[in-house]
């Protein structure tokens, strides 16, 4: 691992180069952290971190419709954002459950092909149970 500091202009930033061996690759990071309060782990675990939350905003606004609701009320779209975000949870889930090698957004644009069926059973053994439990 390489980590140091370059001063580019009235710039000053820091350079941290790891070597992947597995994927035969170099990964860099630019960052204006200081050494002294981060450790080069450090950089790279926050922009790990930080690399999941742009992949959870894209999954939502590419297939939970985050795109824009068709409401000019802030309360309707804030039931639509929690709605969103509970689907997402549920739909994660799920995922980590039954495809644990399957990447969420991946899952998430198959969502027909293998989440649907497994909503129906449960809804069709919620059914009946319920109409046992009725009769």
């Known amino acids: 691992m390489l980590d140091f500091t370059c001063r580019r202009g009235r710039f000053e930033f820091r350079v941290i180069r790891r070597w992947?061996?597995?994927?035969?690759?170099?990964?860099?990071?630019?960052?204006?952290l200081p050494?002294?309060?981060?450790?080069?782990?450090?950089?790279?675990?926050?922009?790990?971190?930080?690399?999941?939350?742009?992949?959870?905003?894209?999954e939502l606004?590419?297939?939970?419709n985050w795109i824009g609701f068709a409401t000019g009320q802030k309360a309707i779209a804030e039931g639509l954002i929690w709605a969103s975000l509970l689907a997402l949870i549920v739909?994660?889930?799920?995922?980590?459950?039954?495809?644990?090698?399957?990447s969420f957004l991946k899952a998430a644009k198959n969502v027909d092909v293998w989440l649907l069926p497994i909503l129906g059973a449960i809804i069709h053994h919620a059914g009946s149970e319920i109409e046992h439990h009725l009769d």
């Open 20 to 32: 992947f061996a597995q994927e035969k690759r170099f990964c860099f990071w630019l960052t204006n």
């Open 35 to 58: 050494p002294s309060h981060f450790t080069a782990d450090d950089i790279m675990a926050v922009y790990r971190c930080r690399w999941q939350v742009e992949l959870l905003f894209k």
């Open 61 to 64: 606004k590419s297939h939970t």
């Open 91 to 102: 739909r994660r889930s799920l995922a980590r459950r039954f495809l644990p090698s399957v």
